[in-house]
Nanobody, 128 residues
Framework: QVQLVESGGGLMQAGVSLTLSCATSGLSNYAMVGWFRQAPGKDREFVVAFKWSGGSAKYADSVKGRFTISRDNAKNTVYLQMDSLKPEDTAVYYC??????????????????????WGQGTQVTVSN
């Protein structure tokens, strides 16, 4: 059974950095792991994802150059380092896993329906 547990959210000033963590269990080497976010009154949107076993990441244009996804295999943990935070980054951030993304499917996928497992979310609020 796959489990995802996020942590690390908080209230931040614009311009600072914050790192979110996603503790995982049960992921296979075929899985994609990523982050989505949902701002108040908006749909949940893709942020970044990569293959759990290794490979390049895919980023949303809005965070490219500011956010970095990484993993610690020994700890089964995925991190989202967020630099130069902006008020528009305010959202609930969700860790998600796509249990099996096969070649030719556009892996890692960027649409919400492709992801089978979700964490409970962690709130990030950025103020001016």
């Amino acid at each position: 059974q796959v489990q995802l547990v996020e942590s690390g959210g908080g209230l931040m000033q614009a311009g600072v950095s914050l790192t979110l963590s996603c503790a995982t269990s049960g992921l296979s080497n075929y899985a994609m792991v990523g982050w989505f976010r949902q701002a108040p009154g908006k749909d949940r949107e893709f942020v970044v994802a990569f293959k759990w076993s290794g490979g390049s990441a895919k980023y949303a244009d809005s965070v490219k150059g500011r956010f970095t996804i990484s993993r610690d295999n020994a700890k089964n943990t995925v991190y989202l380092q967020m630099d130069s935070l902006k008020p528009e980054d305010t959202a609930v951030y969700y860790c998600a896993a796509d249990r099996r993304c096969t070649a030719g499917s556009g892996c890692p996928r960027t649409w919400e329906a492709a992801y089978d497992y979700w964490g409970q979310g962690t709130q990030v609020t950025v103020s001016n």
